[in-house]
């Protein structure tokens, strides 16, 4: 078994296409193919299911996926690794951020970094809490930042508190409430919510409060991308809570303050056990220490099972 082989398996899987798998390993499709279908061969089972429309994982495929993605990551550490022993930081950052960051300057870290360790590739993505974690724990992604509920914790990973904040409502600037005072949670209650997709970890934290005040509320539109939230909301259908120090970077928007605010917890988090060097290089930059957090007391793991919501190449969660 090839690792070439395992790639081209993980590109075809994460494409659902030969044709853009081939596309992205820069070879030509027929030479992709017949390699996977040696390796299916050697193996002695179909990773795919092909058809005139479609591509989808079988059984088997999707049981190789997680061994694959590890044998890869391991084979990547292992040069990396190499090359940090005589000083030098190569290879390949995955970082994964939620849209609303905070506690981080991420563009400007990611400038810091790429200005003094030019021979690394970064690759950013942007998603959802738990999809973060859980593309952490698999060892995917090598640094991911990501906002939690203080009743939750990430859950098969290394985690660093890096900040922790309240929300705040932000409401059209027309709004009734706009120009006004600090309000609470029940009058809030009373108002139509632009909020993010139900059961996720930017969701959770204003159920949670609004559950804990006895208060039900209406929420109208669910978006995944919260500068598409604050758009909706500029426009008057709604309100929406969301952490104090993100919404300065909105506009059109107008902030007040809730005094029985919820709150969050954000967390730069990495695969349990060891960094990558170009991994430890970025966190060090952004005074990240090398050992992860004691994360003792009450709470409810974030991770696998507990899914964020859907997956937005945009960005898609708090």
Same mark, same amino acid.
């Given at each position: 078994?090839?690792?070439?082989?395992?790639?081209?398996?993980?590109?075809?899987?994460?494409?659902?296409?030969? *044709?853009?798998?081939?596309?992205? $390993?820069?070879? =030509?499709?027929?030479?992709?193919?017949?390699?996977?279908?040696?390796?299916?061969?050697?193996?002695?089972?179909? %990773?795919?299911?092909?058809?005139?429309?479609?591509?989808?994982?079988?059984?088997? #495929?999707?049981?190789?996926?997680?061994?694959?993605?590890? $044998?890869?990551?391991?084979?990547?550490?292992?040069?990396?690794?190499?090359?940090?022993?005589?000083?030098?930081?190569?290879?390949?950052?995955?970082?994964? =951020?939620?849209?609303? =960051?905070?506690?981080?300057?991420?563009?400007?870290?990611?400038?810091?970094?790429?200005?003094?360790?030019?021979? +690394?590739? +970064?690759?950013?993505?942007?998603?959802?809490?738990?999809?973060?974690?859980?593309? +952490?724990?698999?060892?995917?992604?090598?640094?991911?930042?990501?906002?939690?509920?203080?009743?939750?914790?990430?859950?098969?990973?290394?985690?660093?508190?890096?900040?922790?904040?309240?929300?705040?409502?932000?409401?059209?600037?027309?709004?009734? %409430?706009?120009?006004?005072?600090?309000?609470?949670?029940?009058?809030?209650?009373?108002?139509?919510?632009?909020?993010?997709?139900?059961?996720?970890?930017?969701?959770?934290?204003?159920?949670?409060?609004?559950?804990?005040?006895?208060?039900?509320?209406?929420?109208?539109?669910? =978006?995944?991308?919260?500068?598409?939230?604050?758009?909706?909301?500029?426009?008057?259908? #709604?309100?929406?809570? %969301?952490?104090?120090?993100?919404?300065?970077?909105?506009?059109?928007?107008?902030?007040?303050?809730?005094?029985?605010?919820?709150?969050? +917890?954000?967390?730069?988090?990495? /695969?349990? #056990?060891?960094?990558?060097?170009?991994?430890?290089?970025?966190?060090?930059?952004?005074?990240?220490?090398?050992?992860?957090?004691?994360?003792?007391? /009450? #709470? *409810?793991?974030?991770?696998?099972?507990?899914?964020?919501?859907?997956?937005?190449?945009?960005?898609?969660? *708090?």
């Amino acid at each position: 078994m090839e690792l070439q082989q395992m790639r081209y398996v993980l590109a075809v899987a994460e494409t659902m296409s030969f *044709t853009r798998a081939a596309e992205r $390993c820069h070879v =030509v499709q027929s030479a992709l193919s017949h390699q996977v279908a040696r390796l299916e061969q050697e193996l002695g089972a179909r %990773l795919f299911e092909r058809t005139t429309r479609r591509v989808r994982l079988t059984p088997a #495929g999707e049981a190789f996926l997680p061994a694959a993605r590890q $044998c890869l990551a391991a084979a990547e550490r292992a040069a990396d690794e190499v090359a940090a022993a005589v000083g030098e930081v190569r290879g390949q950052l995955r970082v994964g =951020v939620i849209s609303s =960051v905070a506690a981080v300057d991420i563009p400007r870290a990611l400038r810091d970094f790429r200005r003094q360790w030019p021979k +690394v590739r +970064v690759s950013l993505r942007v998603g959802a809490s738990e999809e973060l974690v859980e593309r +952490v724990g698999e060892g995917d992604i090598q640094v991911a930042f990501v906002g939690l509920p203080t009743t939750a914790r990430p859950k098969g990973v290394e985690a660093h508190v890096i900040g922790r904040d309240r929300l705040v409502a932000v409401v059209s600037p027309d709004h009734p %409430l706009a120009g006004g005072g600090p309000v609470d949670l029940r009058r809030l209650a009373e108002e139509v919510f632009v909020d993010l997709p139900a059961k996720t970890a930017g969701r959770a934290q204003s159920d949670l409060a609004f559950s804990a005040a006895g208060l039900t509320r209406d929420v109208a539109f669910e =978006v995944t991308n919260t500068q598409f939230l604050a758009r909706l909301v500029g426009q008057g259908l #709604g309100v929406a809570m %969301l952490p104090s120090a993100y919404v300065p970077q909105l506009s059109g928007v107008t902030t007040l303050q809730v005094t029985d605010a919820p709150a969050r +917890v954000e967390y730069a988090i990495w /695969p349990a #056990g060891s960094r990558t060097p170009a991994a430890t290089a970025f966190l060090r930059l952004i005074d990240v220490p090398d050992g992860a957090d004691t994360l003792e007391g /009450p #709470g *409810t793991p974030a991770g696998p099972g507990t899914p964020e919501g859907p997956d937005s190449p945009e960005g898609a969660a *708090t």
